[in-house]
């Protein structure tokens, strides 16, 4: 009932009850007598109710206090003048009314619903007649279920006792008594099963105490008090270990004391505050044992946030002194000293400049943080300028003196990406001019022809940092290449940045490291230049440059704009490759003359004099012999459909006369002279 607790508040979560019939509001006197658990004698109580638990109205609980309540009415009453004749005559006796309309017959009552269970029994039967019977039944009868069973559990029980106990002479032997000790007598398991054990032991106590039931009575009454205080006191162990906070209530006990409270930290982390743990404290963040939600939780709280504070103030101190090595920056973003962490990045001004935040310390003052977390970004700084010195020097150069122009605009698009540009496709990175590609090189830029990038960027350490920085900048988790891979295949989730930020290029369904397919790309026009003709042979040893399998090569290279020229005609393998006509290398836009002086380097030179593929008069093929032979040393070109959707393939279209004489070696449309279509959607110079 709570008569000894030391409560001094007590809250109604509801004010309604099942009363074993039916479900019902509580009567004022009934919350009276739960409220009056508050303060008792030792202190003035209070009471209210949680949000869930309808308000009580002002009548209501002055009411309470002032302890006005309803006068009752009737009560329950049962005749005492019972006839034990027979088992009939006494369930007559027992339903006589009392005459007074005060007086209510008690409905319902078990004893009285066993005692009818006796008499439909065939065992037992209506007809049990002798005061000593009579009486034997309606004491079984009378046994109380402490088990809490129901009406047919219980009638069970009492009918098995019954069957033994109805001659008034008869006993419950010791043995069978044994038996039933062995299952009650253990004091291990939960709540539920101690709970259990000691209802029924208390069953058998009550035997016990009837001096009629059992064979020797006397040591039964000794034993199973011995095995009911011993469950007791299991039970009270247990239902102390989980409701009642010994911690909690030492704390608050000295949280009224004016004493210091005596604090201490062990080596693994673990606060204890006047000998009892309190939480652990994990880097600047204190962790509590108990959910601070609710009221033990936030005692516990209140009891260390005073305690813990010198020890936050010592580390916040060590953390301001710390060596460089002594941080660990982790996948998430998060800055780690001594193993836990103490600050995490937030996005900046750039994906380069993050801003740092301390991690817990919440018990401290901002002024007590700052120089912790000045250390920490101090740290990140010097962290991006060794993983990333190019980035960071570019950071520095794009405004400065050292680049101008066209670079500069370059080397501002390579900080932003993160460690590459794709330049198949931008016709103004093609006008560097040779001085410009070395004065981007000084400051750690490639600029070729497929891409401009940064080699320090593509080394794992860096691809890590760089795709950290960039997920705090974006707020969102960012995809990292597979370390040292030359490429990899596509799976639909990587975004152009993603790639650019990685220093990877798209090629088709297959990502390629931008330095490797610059390396390609100038295998490639080397091929090209030793065939001394546009269709030429591409080994497929060149596909391990790049470490890419057969099936995705030709992707490859279409995404240099090179397409087929030639198949073999039995197999259909590709034996001869050509880039198309807009890829073909051209001179100008920043790139050396030609040895040659000739008009145009992306032209390539006529054959030999009086070597094969020489014109004739009027464009006719000066040779003799197949018509599939190549004109002025080129593949047989034939003039693509510009309104169909297959111009872009039209090198692998069969070969036919070739042009006029006078006609530049550059596809044409049938009709206006538009140029042919762009393979794959750009452009691409190849390496002269």
């Not at 370390?483 to 975004?495: I, K, R, V």
Request: aromatic share 6%; with cysteine.
């Amino acid at each position: 009932m709570g008569l000894n607790l030391d409560v001094d508040r007590v809250v109604f979560a509801s004010r309604s009850k099942f009363d074993g019939r039916r479900h019902r509001p509580l009567t004022l006197a009934e919350c009276g007598q739960i409220a009056g658990r508050a303060g008792r004698f030792r202190t003035d109580g209070e009471f209210g109710e949680t949000g869930d638990c309808p308000p009580f109205e002002e009548e209501q609980w002055r009411a309470i206090e002032a302890h006005r309540f309803d006068p009752v009415d009737s009560i329950q009453w049962r005749s005492s003048d019972l006839d034990f004749s027979s088992i009939r005559a006494l369930i007559r006796s027992l339903e006589k009314p009392s005459g007074h309309p005060a007086l209510i017959h008690t409905p319902h009552a078990l004893d009285e619903w066993v005692l009818r269970r006796m008499s439909e029994d065939g065992a037992i039967g209506p007809e049990v007649k002798g005061e000593r019977k009579v009486r034997r039944l309606w004491d079984l009868a009378r046994l109380p279920d402490f088990r809490k069973t129901g009406h047919e559990g219980h009638g069970r029980l009492v009918l098995g006792l019954a069957e033994t106990l109805i001659d008034p002479d008869a006993r419950l032997s010791d043995a069978g008594m044994h038996k039933r000790m062995e299952d009650l007598s253990s004091v291990q398991g939960d709540i539920a099963k101690l709970q259990q054990r000691l209802a029924s032991i208390r069953t058998w106590t009550y035997a016990a105490n009837r001096p009629d039931w059992l064979e020797n009575p006397t040591y039964w009454q000794e034993k199973t008090r011995e095995i009911e205080d011993a469950l007791s006191d299991a039970l009270h162990e247990a239902l102390t270990a989980r409701f009642v906070d010994r911690r909690t209530t030492a704390l608050l006990a000295s949280l009224k004391k004016e004493d210091a409270l005596v604090t201490d930290l062990t080596p693994d982390g673990d606060v204890t505050v006047e000998g009892h743990v309190v939480g652990r404290l994990k880097g600047l963040t204190f962790e509590p044992v108990l959910d601070t939600r609710t009221l033990e939780g936030k005692a516990v709280r209140g009891a260390a946030a005073a305690a813990i504070r010198p020890m936050l103030l010592q580390r916040l101190t060590e953390i301001t002194g710390a060596p460089a090595d002594a941080f660990k920056l982790t996948d998430e973003g998060m800055i780690e000293h001594a193993g836990a962490a103490v600050a995490r990045l937030v996005k900046g001004a750039s994906w380069m400049a993050p801003r740092v935040e301390i991690v817990g310390a919440v018990e401290t003052e901002p002024h007590d943080r700052e120089p912790a977390r000045a250390r920490i970004a101090e740290w990140v700084q010097g962290e991006i300028a060794r993983v990333l010195p190019t980035h960071w020097k570019l950071a520095a150069e794009k405004t400065g003196e050292a680049l101008d122009g066209l670079p500069r605009g370059l080397a501002f698009r390579v900080l932003e990406s993160g460690a590459a540009v794709d330049l198949r496709n931008d016709e103004q990175a093609v006008r560097l001019t040779p001085e410009q590609r070395e004065a981007l090189k000084s400051i750690g830029i490639r600029a070729g022809r497929v891409a401009a990038h940064v080699p320090d960027a593509q080394k794992p350490a860096a691809q890590r940092l760089i795709a950290i920085l960039r997920a705090v900048f974006a707020g969102e988790g960012f995809p990292l290449a597979p370390e040292g891979a030359g490429s990899f295949a596509l799976d639909g989730t990587w975004p152009e940045e993603a790639l650019a930020a990685n220093g990877y290029l798209r090629f088709g369904k297959r990502a390629v490291r931008a330095d490797l397919a610059e390396r390609l790309g100038w295998e490639l026009s080397k091929r090209r230049r030793e065939a001394d003709k546009p269709a030429f042979a591409i080994p497929m040893e060149l596909a391990s440059v790049v470490s890419c399998p057969a099936d995705d090569w030709p992707a490859v290279l279409k995404g240099f704009g090179i397409a087929p020229a030639e198949k073999d005609k039995e197999t259909g393998a590709v034996t001869l490759w050509r880039y198309s006509s807009r890829s073909r290398p051209d001179e100008g836009d920043g790139r050396p003359p030609r040895r040659d002086g000739g008009p145009g380097q992306g032209k390539r030179a006529d054959g030999p004099k009086g070597g094969r593929g020489g014109r004739g008069p009027k464009g006719k093929a000066g040779h003799h012999g197949s018509h599939n032979a190549p004109a002025r040393g080129g593949a047989p070109r034939r003039q693509p459909d510009p309104d169909s959707p297959f111009a872009a393939l039209a090198a692998l279209l069969p070969p036919e006369p070739p042009p006029k004489p006078k006609r530049k070696n550059k596809p044409r449309g049938k009709a206006g002279g538009k140029p042919a279509a762009k393979a794959a959607g750009f452009s691409y110079t190849p390496f002269r």
